[in-house]
C-alpha cells in the first residue's frame, strides 16, 4: 500500500484566498483524522470521519474550516478565507478499528498564509 | 482532561548507547498508547502500539513499556544508531474515544 497519500505538499497563498486540501487514507480503513501541527501548539485533532461520517470537529477552529468525506478514498479540508495565523503544516491520517486503531500519517501539507 | 509530558525536551546521546524516553500521563483510563517518530519536515512514522491490556511491545531495536497505574510509558532504544536522530512522541486514545492527546515530544540526536 502506498500510505496516505496527501496533496498538495506546499501551499503558498495570500491572505483571503480559498485553500483546499486533500487526503487520500490507506485502503480499507475506516478512520480518517485531520490534524494540524505549529511550534505554538504542537500536533491538535481537527476532525475525524467514522466510515465516512464526521463524528468529532470540536477542534476545527472556527467556521472558515470545513472538512469533507465524500466517500472512502477521499476527503478534503478547506479554508475560507485564509489568514496568516492558519499557516501549519497539516496531516491526514488513518486507522482500521480491527488493528487497535492504530493511525498511520501521511507526510503533510505545509501551508504558507501570506 | 488528560495531560501527557515527554521529558527531556531533548536529549543527546553518542552512538551505540542504549537510551530511554519517557512519556508521562495524568489520566489512567486509556485505551492505547502510541509512539511516533519524525524526521525534520516529515510526517509521523507509527512506531509501536501499546494497548491498555498489555505491558510491553518490541520491534526490532525498539521495546516500549506501559504502566497505567503509574502513569508513565517508556521507549527503550537499544545500540543507538545515528539514523535513530528524530523527534520522538507519545500519543494516548482515551477509553470511549479515538481521539489521540500527543505528547510535547523528545528531539533525540545521536552524535557519532
Known amino acids: 500500500d502506498a500510505g496516505v497519500i496527501q496533496s498538495p505538499r506546499h501551499e503558498v497563498t495570500e491572505m483571503g484566498q480559498e485553500v483546499t486540501l486533500r487526503c487520500k487514507p490507506i485502503s480499507g480503513h475506516d478512520y480518517l483524522f485531520w490534524y494540524r501541527q505549529t511550534m505554538m501548539r504542537g500536533l491538535e485533532l481537527l476532525i475525524y470521519?467514522?466510515?465516512?461520517?464526521?463524528?468529532?470537529d470540536s477542534g476545527m477552529p472556527e467556521d472558515r474550516f470545513s472538512a469533507k468525506m465524500p466517500n472512502a478514498s477521499f476527503s478534503t479540508l478547506k479554508i475560507q478565507p485564509s489568514e496568516p495565523r492558519d499557516s501549519a503544516v497539516y496531516f491526514c491520517?488513518?486507522?482500521?478499528?480491527?488493528?487497535?486503531?492504530?493511525?498511520?500519517f501521511g507526510p503533510g501539507t505545509r501551508l504558507t498564509v501570506l | 482532561k488528560q495531560e501527557v509530558t515527554q521529558i527531556p525536551a531533548a536529549l543527546s546521546v553518542p552512538e551505540g548507547e542504549n537510551l530511554v524516553l519517557n512519556c508521562s500521563f495524568t489520566d489512567s483510563a486509556i485505551y492505547n498508547l502510541q509512539w511516533f517518530r519524525q524526521d525534520p519536515g516529515k510526517g509521523l512514522t507509527s512506531l509501536l502500539l501499546?494497548?491498555?491490556?498489555?505491558r510491553e511491545q518490541t520491534s526490532g531495536r525498539l521495546n516500549a513499556s506501559l504502566d497505567k497505574s503509574s502513569g508513565r510509558s517508556t521507549l527503550y532504544i537499544a545500540a543507538s544508531q545515528p539514523g535513530d536522530s528524530a523527534t520522538y512522541l507519545c500519543a494516548l486514545r482515551a477509553l470511549g474515544n479515538e481521539k489521540l492527546t500527543f505528547g510535547t515530544g523528545t528531539r533525540l540526536t545521536i552524535i557519532p
Open positions: 491520517a488513518s486507522s482500521y478499528y480491527r488493528s487497535g486503531n492504530e493511525q498511520f
Open positions: 501499546i494497548q491498555s491490556s498489555q
Open positions: 470521519f467514522n466510515n465516512n461520517v464526521p463524528i468529532d
